[in-house]
């Protein structure tokens, strides 16, 4: 996208066309603020018009842990090709005080644009190759609502910037913002769009000196659903069948029990605020002894706190759906920060063997694909299901395909029929199969779920045998979905130099950085796992083919020199080549820098 | 009517008798079980309607011991886990037991929660005063001076007041009987299950064992007192004025400052809109504004809007 010559990435084209217009094929803007700002409302609107006009998008945000104020950015980047990470670098940088304007100018690449708020910044590098285009933002959004609205409004002023300089469609963004700000009372609305209107007229086009468009999408003409992955880990937790829940607020889950509460209603469900988070998976655990398809959720701290009800899931073998939004730890750690943190929590932490299915989405769309699966593994294999998602994936907004709501949408049954003499809940040859209460036990036995080891019909025992028949169990059943695993996908060369393994929101950068290596000629590729416990049998084979396979993850190194995956790998495969590529800075992985760890190990050419 | 091949067989004591209980001879807990069985003899609830929930403790392996829908639990945590029931399937009868360690002292803060809630389920507590199944320990209810496996010299920390927990919990009926008076028991019993919202039942089970003796005061055979709540008849009359007006909550409170042994019976009850109403009111709310749409439909205007 580079309107000028100075590009250094080869693959981020841009052609001049006829009319002296600079044509696009994507572009990152960086909107640096404060969180008060209303940045992520903008962000989130240009997120939406990109999927309307079918091109690709991808955001990225921080959000400051304090209650209000403080510094926030919201990238976004659009493209007319595929966008699989949020940008390395911003193209355009919209600064609107000095300290956004320090922190964030390093942000942009050689040749990018940086807008700033005369009002609030003084000082600009005058060093630096890019283009500053100084512009009023704030008296000019204060002169256009009349000089009473303070200093509200910037936002939308940037986003009438934003449309002129791109060229957007000026009618879909109008359209948005009316939808936006419609439902609110109408001095909102018409601020809102004074605030536009003035940005939209700005006489920006001289300072640029140069004129951008913004390719159209290649993409299909259907209109994309654009939205964060919490979002649309709730709608698959709704399309999965999930009509009860229960959870305790804690960042960054919180959006998904928020929304769940509201939505859950409207299904003839009910999501409740535990007292805390023992209380919420306690509750949880009762609504899916009830026969219900179930969920909870947190992020690390919480999930620790869940711990001893989520060991008696798995031995009373309850199904159960069970998200963790990590975050950074350990402790309170960094709240609002990303990190992968919390696989080992998931595989292991908790008392006793307690094997478990462990799955991850790789991206927003998958946030949905992945939780219309756990409902479904919860209930074919009656254990506890746990969902890895991440900070990075809450709050990020893509644009992805709707998906085919009549092939997924699982309609949830409350299964009360009469059990007969026969009733068997854990047969050892065969599926759990619980009787819900309100279920008629014609042999007038009725049964009661412990959390004792017992035999095949629930009763306590302490026999020696059956601890271990039970145990086996337990395990088999796990271990026989692993077997129902397709190999993961290999994306790149079939054999090469190195083979990169990711899991998680890491999908994209991980892609990329495989598309970018390839490009100067290295035999790379990788796999992204989303099932991570168990993980797909014959990795072996995969990795046979590579000399080096390198595991990137967004967690420590440990003692011993391996992040959380690379360590179960390792201790699966017995593999000396399988190293890790781990940092913990609380961001997400750019591009360059995965580019250049590979490179680190397999010597650039 | 139906006729009579068609009318299910009455519930007695024979079909909810489980598993012979685990507990000492003597323990209190027994009485607890039998008018429990006797009760719901009584009220005649569907068999299969009948789902007791506990987490652990001597106490908390009642569900064991009743043959109906039971749940084993964790320790401290059967209100939650009965509130997730409860809430999801109010065609059913739930029951929740435990102890004074778990319902006072793990599981306390649930305890609060669930009576400020007016979680729709019946809870009672067998109160002894220490911890029996892991032999010994101080109880949050375990009086000063008590000495235990924790406190060899005596208790010195001042124990909690269950019913003005309950009370100030916010609890819709709280009484208080004595495993030794059996009529007694079954009477708040039958009132705690007929009564809609969260309804607990203390009752004092003599931990045989590890704690003999100590709820004699209260025993009448064993030259205590068990003196009951006399409550207010609204006759008008002179002696009507002293007696107890269960829905005062101060007066409530005075009775529970009594030196113990105290008073036995109805120390509160108030008709309060249970969670499960009010939870029941925003679902038929939002299901009317969806126009009763099915899960494809609401999915697909919802996906619709995010374009």
Not at chain 1, 454 to 482: L, V, Y
Not at chain 2, 165 to 175: H, P, R
Request: hydrophobic share 40%; with cysteine.
């Amino acid at each position: 996208m580079s309107p000028s010559a100075t590009s250094d990435s080869p693959d981020r084209t841009s052609s001049p066309a006829a009319s002296g217009v600079t044509e696009l094929q994507n572009a990152v803007i960086r909107f640096a603020g404060n969180s008060q700002d209303g940045i992520q409302t903008i962000g989130g609107l240009l997120a939406k018009l990109a999927g309307r006009s079918s091109r690709e998008v991808m955001t990225y945000m921080t959000i400051p842990s304090t209650i209000s104020g403080g510094p926030s950015i919201f990238q976004v980047h659009l493209g007319s090709g595929e966008v699989l990470s949020a940008g390395d670098e911003s193209d355009f940088l919209f600064a609107f005080y000095q300290h956004s304007y320090d922190s964030h100018i390093a942000s942009l690449r050689r040749g990018g644009i940086c807008v700033y708020d005369t009002d609030h910044v003084q000082e600009v590098k005058g060093d630096l190759d890019v283009l500053h285009v100084g512009i009023p933002i704030t008296s000019a959004t204060v002169e256009a609502l009349g000089g009473s609205s303070r200093e509200r409004g910037k936002n939308l002023f940037a986003l009438g910037l934003v449309t002129q300089i791109f060229k957007l469609d000026k009618e879909k963004v109008v359209g948005l913002v009316s939808k936006q700000f419609g439902g609110k009372n109408e001095d909102v609305l018409r601020n809102a769009m004074l605030a536009f209107d003035a940005g939209f007229a700005y006489p920006v086009g001289d300072l640029l000196k140069v004129e951008y468009e913004l390719q159209q999408g290649r993409g299909s003409a259907v209109d994309k659903v654009t939205t964060d992955g919490n979002t649309a880990m709730v709608l698959g937790l709704l399309a999965g069948g999930v009509r009860y829940g229960a959870a305790y607020p804690i960042t960054p889950w919180s959006t998904i029990m928020e929304q769940l509460r509201v939505e859950l209603p409207k299904y003839g469900g009910l999501f409740v605020q535990a007292e805390d988070e023992l209380a919420a998976v306690a509750m949880a655990l009762g609504f899916a002894y009830s026969g219900h398809v179930a969920v909870t959720g947190s992020s690390g701290p919480g999930l620790s706190l869940k711990m001893e009800a989520l060991s008696y899931a798995t031995m009373a073998e309850l199904p159960l759906v069970v998200i963790n939004v990590q975050r950074g730890g350990p402790s309170t750690g960094l709240p609002t920060s990303v990190e992968q943190s919390d696989l080992m929590q998931a595989i292991y932490g908790s008392h006793g063997d307690c094997p478990r299915i462990v799955l991850a989405p790789k991206n927003v769309a998958d946030c949905f694909y992945i939780a219309v699966e756990a409902c479904e593994l919860a209930k074919t294999y009656s254990c506890p299901v746990f969902v890895l998602t991440d900070m990075a994936l809450a709050s990020r907004i893509e644009a992805f395909e709707q998906p085919d709501l009549s092939a997924v949408v699982c309609d949830p049954f409350l299964d009360l029929s009469t059990r007969g003499e026969d009733f068997k809940p854990y047969p050892l040859d065969g599926f759990t199969r619980h009787a819900a209460p309100g279920s008629v036990m014609t042999a007038g036995k009725y049964p009661v779920v412990t959390g004792l080891e017992h035999d095949e019909w629930g009763h306590p025992s302490a026999n020696p045998g059956i601890h271990q028949r039970m145990t086996e169990r337990r395990r088999e059943k796990i271990k026989a979905f692993g077997a129902t695993l397709p190999k993961p996908e290999i994306y790149g060369d079939e054999s090469g130099e190195a083979l990169i393994v990711g899991w998680g929101s890491t999908w994209g950068p991980i892609r990329e950085a495989v598309e970018r290596l390839r490009e100067s000629g290295r035999p790379v590729a990788c796999i992204h796992l989303r099932h991570l416990n168990p993980m797909p049998n014959g990795l072996e084979a995969i990795f046979a083919r590579f000399q080096h396979v390198l595991v990137v993850e967004m967690n420590d190194e440990g003692l011993y020199g391996y992040g959380q995956f690379a360590t179960l790998l390792r201790a699966r495969y017995c593999d000396p080549k399988i190293r890790s590529i781990c940092k913990t800075d609380g961001l997400n992985y750019r591009v360059r820098d995965i580019v250049a760890r590979v490179e680190a190990v397999i010597g650039t050419v | 009517m139906s006729t009579a091949a068609e009318t299910p067989k009455p519930l007695t004591k024979k079909d909810l008798t489980a598993d012979h209980p685990t507990w000492c001879p003597g323990c209190g807990d027994f009485a607890v079980l039998a008018s429990f069985f006797k009760v719901l003899e009584k009220l005649q609830i569907p068999h299969e309607k009948i789902c007791t929930i506990a987490g652990i403790g001597c106490s908390s392996r009642f569900p064991y011991f009743v043959n109906g829908h039971g749940v084993h639990f964790i320790h401290g945590r059967a209100l939650p886990f009965a509130t997730g029931v409860s809430l999801s399937r109010p065609d059913l009868h739930v029951f929740a037991f435990g102890g004074d360690g778990d319902g006072y002292s793990i599981g306390g803060n649930h305890l609060d929660h669930a009576a400020r809630k007016n979680v729709n389920l019946t809870y009672i507590v067998m109160d002894n005063f220490v911890y029996g199944l892991t032999k010994k320990q101080t109880s949050p209810t375990s009086p000063k001076g008590f000495k235990s496996k924790t406190d060899p010299t005596g208790a010195i920390d001042q124990p909690i007041n269950p019913m003005k927990k309950l009370v100030y919990g916010g609890a819709s009926f709280v009484a208080r009987t004595h495993a030794t008076q059996v009529k007694h028991m079954m009477e708040v019993f039958e009132r705690a299950i007929l009564h809609p919202g969260f309804s607990v039942v203390e009752v004092l089970s003599e931990c045989v064992i590890f704690y003999p003796g100590a709820f004699d005061d209260g025993n009448p055979r064993k030259g205590g007192t068990f003196d009951l709540i006399e409550e207010k008849k609204w006759d008008h009359s002179a002696e009507d004025a002293e007696r107890h007006d269960v829905s005062d909550e101060n007066a409530a409170y005075r009775l529970a400052s009594l030196q113990y042994p105290g008073k036995f019976g109805v120390f509160y009850e108030t008709d309060r809109p249970t969670k499960n109403q009010l939870e029941q009111i925003g679902i038929d709310a939002a299901r009317e504004r969806t126009g009763n749409a099915t899960a494809v439909d609401l999915l697909s205007s919802r996906f619709a809007s995010m374009k």
